[in-house]
């Protein structure tokens, strides 16, 4: 079946540090993949999101690249701010099946 | 603006109490969903919609009901029989439930039960 892991948290960073959040998922045929950020209190919004191999993602500074290889998506920033604090879901679609989401990675940023 | 809605956004029921979460989108996609949040756990599917008079459930249906009367709306009801009902629920619509579409949210409903 369709699964995602992504490392738990939190992750606790300084401002301007770089960041790495990992992801890797099972699944069959194609899946699209996405990022997902959740600040306090709020719903989900969409991150970013990549729909084929070797296709990268990128928003406000974030970027995934989707490796078929060896299954992952990986969230990166180079320069975290204080208001990238948040929840990061990581998450894969399927052609004929729902959003899998992961458990959720809480990251910390200190100024 | 196009979006989704969710309400009340804060909602306290006793005990053996029927409540209702109302969802609402105007974005005319066909899907709509809705999963509850616990801490550490991400989110679990409790049910989804297709299309207007047709929901199924998901992973964790067991004390909630639905219904699809409209294709903008997304009513979810946590009944009694649901044991642990306080959580923050959300709601989410995408285009089409196929084909790996993103889904969009909505901004929650924290359930507390007294």
């Known amino acids: 079946g369709n699964s995602v892991t992504q490392m738990e948290g939190p992750v606790t960073l300084s401002e301007e540090a770089f960041l790495t959040i990992n992801c890797t998922y099972t699944a069959t045929g194609y899946p699209s993949l996405f990022w997902y950020v959740q600040y306090p209190g709020e719903g989900l919004q969409l991150l970013l999101k990549a729909t084929k191999a070797d296709d990268k993602g990128s928003n406000k500074g974030f970027e995934a690249t989707y490796r078929k290889e060896t299954t992952s998506f990986h969230l990166e920033k180079g320069s975290v701010q204080v208001s990238d604090s948040a929840v990061y879901f990581c998450a894969l679609s399927n052609r004929d099946d729902k959003i899998i989401f992961g458990k959720g990675t809480r990251l910390h940023i200190l100024p | 603006d196009g979006g989704i809605t969710q309400s009340p956004k804060y909602l306290f029921r006793k005990e053996g109490q029927n409540v209702t979460l109302s969802c609402e989108q105007n974005l005319n996609h066909d899907a709509m969903y809705w999963y509850r949040q616990d801490p550490g756990q991400g989110l679990r599917l409790i049910y989804y919609?297709?299309?207007?008079?047709?929901?199924q459930k998901g992973d964790i249906a067991e004390g909630y009901s639905v219904s699809r009367e409209k294709k903008e709306s997304f009513p979810l009801t946590v009944t009694s029989a649901q044991k642990n009902p306080t959580a923050f629920y959300l709601c989410?619509?995408?285009?089409?439930?196929?084909?790996?579409?993103?889904?969009?949210f909505g901004p929650g409903t924290r359930l507390t039960v007294l």
């Open positions: 919609s297709q299309i207007v008079n047709d929901f």
């Open positions: 989410a619509s995408s285009i089409t439930r196929t084909g790996g579409n993103e889904q969009f």
